[in-house]
């Protein structure tokens, strides 16, 4: 017999089976995530009750520790395990992180599913480079890190239960990483959670496939957008909150994140600052101007991501968003 054809139909199987058991894992991710931050939840039932819209996800956030096997790593051997391929790295030096997004397995079934029934989102996890942090922060961050065994092992297992691996941290310890990194005091409270879901804009049906639209729809049912709300941004209050690539191909908008009561581990309970959801479109890229609308693919579509909005993006769960007005 031929081996490779015994190869081929052993591999089909396995792709069948272990992609059932990754959908699951990503549902639980979300559950996780549904249950802890009710804004994406009323923002995704709100979406899809218009035309009872199917909602597919351009791309899934991590956040985690750049630390002795905590980072990127430590949650992208998953999607690796699962078809995903690493694509570009991304670099921020004022915020001291780095970031790497991995593209989907372009065989993945059930086109016409919503959310993680649907087209296999994009992934985008970064990671905090803790070696740039003062000596104070990078001893919280290994103490926890450390205590916490080898739980980075078990990063996607404790993202789809909504668990730290580590020990919760003392209310002063979060308060001393938010003064100098508010990535470092949300990744210590919320670990390798689900950090945000991102609606891909243009693979809806109504008129809220152009991100503008969309924006205004979402503000007008009373949620808040993430925005820079300096003084030169007013006057262009219509786009603030839409941050666009170079190329002007990729579109995207984010809410503020919710809060949620945290129980830290010397009794106090505090409010801290949980995920949000995002909004991206991506426009057609010039090659390929000249296919129809029935012919064009997310493949003939602005890929990957862009530094000046993810810096912005980041900023969704900032102290100064969560306690801005309006
Ligand atoms: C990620 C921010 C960047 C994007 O799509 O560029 C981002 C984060 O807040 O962890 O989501
Ligand atoms: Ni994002």
Redesign the pocket.
């Known amino acids: 017999f031929s081996s490779t054809a015994v190869s081929s139909s052993k591999s089909d199987s396995q792709s069948q089976g272990s992609e059932s058991f990754f959908r699951d894992t990503l549902r639980s991710m979300e559950t996780v995530y549904l249950n802890r931050n009710p804004t994406a939840k009323s923002i995704l039932e709100l979406v899809s009750s218009v035309d009872d819209e199917q909602i597919c996800y351009d791309?899934l956030?991590f956040?985690t520790f750049g630390v002795n096997g905590y980072g990127i790593n430590s949650l992208a051997s998953l999607f690796l395990d699962y078809g995903y391929t690493q694509k570009e790295e991304l670099r921020f030096p004022a915020k001291k992180l780095k970031a790497l997004w991995f593209s989907p397995p372009n065989s993945s079934s059930q086109d016409g599913g919503s959310g993680v029934n649907g087209p296999l989102p994009r992934v985008?996890i970064?990671e905090l480079l803790v070696d740039q942090l003062s000596p104070r922060a990078q001893e919280i961050i290994r103490k926890y890190t450390k205590k916490s065994g080898s739980g980075n092992k078990y990063a996607a297992l404790a993202s789809a239960l909504g668990s730290l691996t580590w020990e919760k941290p003392l209310y002063s310890e979060f308060q001393q990483l938010a003064g100098e990194s508010e990535y470092s005091a949300w990744t210590l409270v919320n670990g390798y959670a689900l950090?945000?879901v991102?609606i891909s804009t243009h693979r809806l049906k109504s008129n809220l496939r152009n991100i503008k639209n969309l924006n205004e729809f979402i503000k007008k049912n009373g949620f808040k957008l993430n925005s820079d709300g300096g003084v030169l941004k007013e006057f262009n209050a219509s786009t603030s909150s839409i941050s666009v690539s170079p190329d002007g191909l990729l579109l995207?908008s984010s809410t503020v994140a919710d809060s949620m009561p945290f129980s830290f581990s010397d009794g106090l309970v505090e409010s801290v600052p949980c995920s949000y959801i995002?909004f991206a479109e991506r426009l057609v890229l010039p090659q390929y101007k000249n296919l129809s609308e029935s012919e064009i693919k997310e493949s003939h579509r602005r890929d990957g991501?862009e530094v000046g909005?993810?810096d912005k993006?980041?900023e969704?769960?900032s102290k100064e968003q969560l306690t801005r007005r309006a």
Do not use: L, V
């Open positions: 791309h956030a956040r985008f970064s950090n945000h991102t995207q995002e991501f909005n993810a993006i980041f969704s769960t």
